[in-house]
């Protein structure tokens, strides 16, 4: 098939490539001349596993291109995905701006029959509003379909390769069978292509996601309980995730979720819930849990400390999550400027965030080299990050380096007797402080 999708950032180039990896033909469209051009020659500008083979394996098959041209890769295709931003306004609602407008142009430059595809995230009613703009610009026939992304960042290739299900929004049967058609080979192990209409479709990812925050704070609110009251939230949660009606993902506790996905649609649920005139409870609740979370390391500081002015503390972990370079609504953040705030020095380390954290704290936090120089002098170390290489790291050297060996964990990574047999003061998140 020969396919456009409009805006070349997270879900545009992850879907984009994996479309050629099947053997489509594949026109990726960005009005960025810069990142454009990048594109061209290979440079990813996004940090996702395998996304830069990918990429460059198709390109150099002439199935995957690279264009600021919307209106050539429009005429070009049959099937145009819109997978521009949909940023969180200063009230909370999705800013549907670059969606309507992707719309509108692509509505101009129409040759003959096409689908346009919201890939982007979008609240409920977008479809129509799509809809609308492409029936003013255009006599040519159309079809208008919602297909939300379920991608999880750090194995996004495998999630849109392997997908759980395939969710499609139509209402016209010709668009409904040509969605089907591309998705086939995505879905040969039995995953669901599932039918709707597009208002279901446009719920669905909000509703997964707010159900995942919910899980998440909750958890998190357990474990503050169980710090509480002298319980271990390990005991809790293998308990809790034994249960057949819950099972157990999204069950650790930690320092709070973040990245571009969660927080976002929290909001724009919360936002268009609100303005249908219903009061999302258990949504606000989520959200103000996860933001207090944010800082509960903070206050482990201050419970350990008295006053950390002065103190340096190290950081290992920036992302808001492992296999990304993504700060989003990062816990490190409220986390770091909480500690510079009350006159700490912080000295941090990521595998692949510390670019970005440079654009974020500028020259308020020393960056390090890896994650032993992250150590050298510092009264603590925080951990709020669990990528797999502070797994298992040499405690003896690790101590040497430290002028004290403390470590505040926020994910839960470490056994508490091994480390405390290894000489550390150990607290982490809803476990006994002390052996």
């Not at 295709?77 to 521009?84: K, Q, R």
């Not at 003959?112 to 003013?136: E, H, M, Q, W």
């Not at 925080?382 to 050297?397: K, Q, S």
């Amino acid at each position: 098939m020969k396919i456009a999708v409009v805006g070349s950032g997270y879900v545009g180039l992850v879907a984009g490539a994996c479309f050629a990896e099947n053997g489509n033909e594949v026109v990726c469209i960005d009005k960025d001349p810069a990142k454009v051009k990048k594109l061209q020659r290979g440079q990813i500008p996004i940090y996702e596993p395998g996304l830069e083979e990918m990429v460059r394996r198709n390109r150099a098959e002439k199935r995957l291109t690279f264009t600021t041209n919307l209106a050539r890769g429009v005429r070009a295709s049959e099937i145009i995905f819109i997978a521009v931003g949909t940023p969180t306004g200063e009230d909370g609602s999705a800013d549907l701006k670059h969606v309507l407008e992707v719309a509108r142009e692509s509505a101009r430059a129409m040759n003959g029959y096409k689908v346009l595809v919201n890939k982007s995230t979008v609240p409920v009613g977008t479809a129509a509003k799509v809809r609308d703009i492409v029936r003013r610009e255009t006599t040519h026939p159309f079809s208008v379909v919602s297909n939300p992304e379920f991608l999880k960042q750090g194995a996004a290739l495998d999630d849109f390769m392997k997908p759980d299900r395939v969710v499609i929004g139509a209402e016209d049967p010709r668009a409904a069978d040509l969605m089907k058609e591309l998705y086939a080979p995505f879905t040969r192990t039995g995953a669901p292509i599932m039918l709707m209409d597009c208002a279901s479709a446009e719920l669905c990812k909000y509703a997964a996601n707010a159900m995942l925050a919910t899980r998440i704070s909750f958890m998190n609110e357990v474990a503050n309980v169980c710090e509480a009251v002298g319980a271990d939230v390990d005991q809790v949660r293998r308990a809790v995730a034994a249960d057949r009606r819950i099972g157990p993902s999204f069950l650790f506790p930690g320092v709070g979720y973040g990245g571009s996905c969660f927080p976002k649609d929290v909001k724009a649920m919360l936002k268009f819930a609100h303005a249908a005139k219903y009061d999302f409870q258990i949504l606000k609740s989520v959200e103000a849990v996860n933001e207090k979370q944010k800082l509960r390391l903070l206050e482990k500081l201050r419970e350990h400390f008295g006053s950390i002015k002065g103190k340096r503390i190290g950081v290992w972990g920036l992302a808001f999550k492992p296999r990304t370079d993504d700060m989003r609504e990062a816990p490190s953040v409220p986390l770091i400027n909480g500690l510079i705030a009350e006159g700490a020095n912080v000295q941090a380390y990521d595998p692949e965030a510390m670019k970005v954290a440079k654009g974020i704290f500028g020259s308020k936090v020393t960056y390090s080299e890896n994650s032993y120089s992250a150590l050298t002098g510092v009264d603590a170390l925080i951990l709020v990050t669990e990528w797999n290489e502070f797994r298992e790291p040499d405690y003896a050297r690790m101590r040497k380096m430290m002028r004290q060996p403390v470590i505040f964990d926020g994910r839960n990574i470490y056994n508490p007797e091994q480390i405390r047999a290894q000489g550390f003061t150990y607290f982490s998140m809803g476990r006994p402080s002390q052996s």
